[in-house]
T-cell receptor, first 113, second 114 residues
Framework: NAGVTQTPKFRVLKTGQSMTLLCAQDMNHEYMYWYRQDPGMGLRLIHYSVGEGTTAKGEVPDGYNVSRLKKQNFLLGLESAAPSQTSVYFC????????????FGEGSRLTVL | AQKVTQAQTEISVVEKEDVTLDCVYETRDTTYYLFWYKQPPSGELVFLIRRNSFDEQNEISGRYSWNFQKSTSSFNFTITASQVVDSAVYFCALVMDSNYQLIWGAGTKLIIKP
């Protein structure tokens, strides 16, 4: 009963390095989201997807790219990491775009030095 | 503009006390949904409740209850007889029917002391 799985859970990067966070869900949800959580700021939406092959920008998309090649996977990429991207990243999925509850992964803690 | 305000940054109470977490929202849409999520110290986010804008009936689930009042644009959350396990950060969130994006409050950190 995996639900939403994020990998890796922790990562330390140097400024300028690239990396990809993987989110996988096994609930056949159409909608998937990437959020970042910073102290005192709640969650901010980075990018989201309303179905396989589609992506859209959220509130804070700069410096990130995403892909949804398969319905169950949603990848978040950082092409050139910056210290401002130090954060905890959460992936979520839902069966409905608005009324549905979000199912979250456990989070990925990223530190950029 | 759409906005969710959780004015209480942190609340600390002694176990068995009742505690209310406030949530005030702003939206011009007539159709919207409100949520509460819990984030315990372990870090995962857990869904607690969803309420749509046409249903102002209050909800009770065990020790948890929610008071939705459109007249004051509030969706407050009360924990009765609090327990140490209720210690967490609680988030209120809003989504409009016209938009995919959940708007999150900044969260209220609830500390329950034994």
């Amino acid at each position: 009963n995996a639900g939403v799985t994020q990998t890796p859970k922790f990562r330390v990067l140097k400024t300028g390095q690239s990396m990809t966070l993987l989110c996988a869900q096994d609930m056949n949800h159409e909608y998937m989201y990437w959020y970042r959580q910073d102290p005192g700021m709640g969650l901010r939406l980075i990018h989201y997807s309303v179905g396989e092959g589609t992506t859209a920008k959220g509130e804070v998309p700069d410096g990130y790219n995403v892909s949804r090649l398969k319905k169950q996977n949603f990848l978040l990429g950082l092409e050139s990491a910056a210290p401002s991207q130090t954060s905890v990243y959460f992936c979520a999925s839902s069966y409905s775009s608005r009324a549905g509850e979000l199912f979250f992964g456990e989070g990925s803690r990223l530190t950029v030095l | 503009a759409q906005k969710v305000t959780q004015a209480q940054t942190e609340i600390s109470v002694v176990e068995k006390e009742d505690v209310t977490l406030d949530c005030v929202y702003e939206t011009r849409d007539t159709t919207y949904y409100l949520f509460w999520y819990k984030q315990p110290p372990s870090g995962e986010l857990v869904f607690l409740i969803r309420r749509n804008s046409f249903d102002e009936q209050n909800e009770i689930s065990g020790r948890y209850s929610w008071n939705f009042q459109k007249s004051t644009s509030s969706f407050n959350f009360t924990i009765t007889a609090s327990q140490v396990v209720d210690s967490a950060v609680y988030f209120c969130a809003l989504v409009m029917d016209s938009n995919y994006q959940l708007i999150w409050g900044a969260g209220t950190k609830l500390i329950i002391k034994p």
